[in-house]
């Protein structure tokens, strides 16, 4: 990457000048205007210094870039990063709900490639590419002679140009030849959507993106939106996104006008957003699940519906990540994001959490807002914690993210189920299950001795089955099994759908919405 030619000339005309001056006390630079040019000039004497007597000659590009920018961010807060080209076009695309690509899922292992999903009206689903093919040539090289590192930088390098696959489909032994060019390609962010149980919806949300709360209505709808008797909306592990999107996915369960959160920053004026007024519009009972990598955008809507008494909160307390962030784009198609603010619930909190060493050691409360002195009888709060009320007067906290009106524990994989799954045996076997057995019916249920091939097929590749873990993990081993045999056969939706019905933290959550006007009430 070239340096942007204002802060290239800038940088280098400075070096010049004052180079010297490190070297003799005799000179005295001129006066800088103020404190932040006085410190662009020491920057600057520092580049000229290393460009002049380092060891070997510098990347002005590594040095500034990688090292300068990025560390002057990082001593701000976590959230602060340059964005070099590459990134910041990623950044459009997800904005825009879009990537460059073939709009396929693969399931990569060392010396295999198969599909699990091709996107509707994608190059794959255009050239052919369907649920369990194999992909064993990329252009012109076998991907099983392929070392692990190589079939992953293949595969990433393939995404931006046209590529010829071998394609291998399910019972047949001869590949046949695919040519894909690729195109921009829909990521939606509503990734999961069906029936739970009767009058029942579930919907995922993966991120905010410029497309979501129009995804969300069309979902909503698909599932027959107007007969639902309740909405499971799952914010588990999303990271967050547009601010704006998640206030439209407010919109289409609040009233219109409903204020969703408040802006507040040092150089930008402060900001209320309101729901606004849209076509579709879903007054049914809401359980929301959430985790510890809900995050942002997702908190701002998770703590709109609780604080407006709209939805049941249900799962672990969110991230904690109540900050707004500009992105700004500098020359040479870089960017630059920053934290600008901090955002306030409808209450007035804040849901970012102390970060020590940083601009956020301490989480910022909205000054106009009128916290309750302390918790009502029955009620039970952290130390020094500042309660606030949602509209019908119960309790919310603040400084730490969101915490759930129903505490649910999610699973935590134990350290050999963990091994089992990044290695990728389940799937594996899942594969040579289908070669020797057949297709599977829809209505498949892993028998017993599943299991028992499962543990002699991990013995013969050399992994060591512990009987403290395997007598533990039998359930989620025989869920997975079938999981792993449905996204080859029926695809990944089917297959996520098996997935999330067998979570036992969902499936308390959905068990929830006989309560769910009860705990909602005023008190």
């Known amino acids: 990457m070239k340096l942007p030619a204002p802060f290239l000339r800038t940088t280098l005309c400075a070096a010049l000048l004052l180079g010297p001056s490190l070297r003799s006390s005799a000179q005295t630079p001129v006066a800088p205007l103020d404190d932040v040019a006085a410190q662009a000039l020491k920057f600057s004497a520092l580049i000229g210094a290393l460009e002049e007597h380092y060891v070997d000659p510098i990347d002005p590009d590594h040095a500034i870039f990688d090292g300068g920018i990025r560390g002057m961010l990082a001593a701000l807060d976590p959230f602060c990063a340059f964005l070099d080209r590459d990134q910041f076009e ?8 879009e990537a460059m690509g073939f709009g396929s899922i693969l399931y990569v292992t ?3 490639v198969m599909v699990l999903q091709a996107a509707q009206g994608s190059p794959s689903a255009r050239a052919g ?8 040539e990329i252009n012109g090289e076998h991907v099983a002679r392929l070392s692990f590192e190589s079939l992953v930088d293949l595969l990433k390098s393939s995404r931006s140009h046209p590529v010829r696959l071998g394609v291998i489909h399910p019972g047949k032994l001869v590949a046949e030849d695919m040519d894909l060019k690729p195109a921009e390609v829909a990521l939606p962010s509503v990734d999961k959507a069906f029936v739970w149980s009767a009058g029942i919806a579930y919907v995922h949300i993966s991120s905010f993106e410029g497309k979501t709360p129009q995804e969300v209505a069309e979902a909503l ?3 027959d939106g107007s007969r639902l008797r309740g909405l499971l909306l799952d914010l588990r592990d999303n990271h967050g996104g547009m601010v704006d999107s998640a206030v439209g996915v407010a919109s ?3 009233k219109p006008q409903t204020l969703v959160l408040t802006t507040r920053g040092r150089a930008t004026p402060e900001k209320a957003y309101h729901t606004a007024e849209l076509p579709a519009h879903f007054d049914l009972p809401i359980v929301v699940l959430v985790n510890g990598n809900t995050a942002s955008a997702a908190e701002v809507l998770a703590a709109a519906l609780q604080e407006h008494d709209r939805a049941l909160i249900a799962g672990e307390s969110t991230f904690g990540k109540g900050v707004v962030q500009t992105v700004m784009s500098l020359s040479e198609q870089t960017g630059l994001a920053l934290t600008a603010g901090q955002y306030f619930t409808p209450s007035g909190r804040s849901i970012q959490r102390p970060i020590a060493g940083t601009s956020l050691t301490f989480a910022s409360l909205d000054q106009a807002a009128t916290p309750s002195a302390k918790p009502a009888a029955g009620e039970n709060a952290a130390p020094g914690a500042r309660t606030f009320r949602t509209d019908h007067g119960r309790a919310v906290t603040a400084g730490g993210g969101v915490t759930p009106d129903v505490p649910i524990p999610g699973r935590s994989l134990d350290p050999w189920l963990t091994f089992v799954n990044q290695r990728g045996y389940l799937t594996s ?3 040579q299950y289908l070669s020797t057995h057949g297709r599977i019916a829809e209505s498949f249920e892993p028998p017993p001795e599943m299991l028992t091939d499962f543990k002699d097929n991990l013995q013969r590749n050399g992994v060591r089955v512990p009987e403290e873990y395997w007598s533990r993990d039998q359930d989620y081993l025989k869920l997975h099994l079938k999981v792993e045999l449905t996204n080859l ?3 990944l939706a089917r297959g996520d759908e098996i997935e999330t019905k067998g979570d036992a933290q969902a499936q308390e959550a ?4 006989p309560r769910v006007p009860e705990i909602l009430k005023a008190r």
């Open 90 to 97: 990623l950044l459009q695309q997800q904005a825009r709900g």
């Open 110 to 112: 060392p010396g295999k």
């Open 129 to 136: 590419l369907a649920p369990g093919d194999e992909i064993a």
């Open 221 to 223: 709808n698909r599932l």
């Open 252 to 254: 289409l369960f609040l």
């Open 429 to 431: 076997f899942a594969e």
């Open 489 to 491: 056969v029926f695809g």
């Open 510 to 513: 959905a068990a929830l919405f």
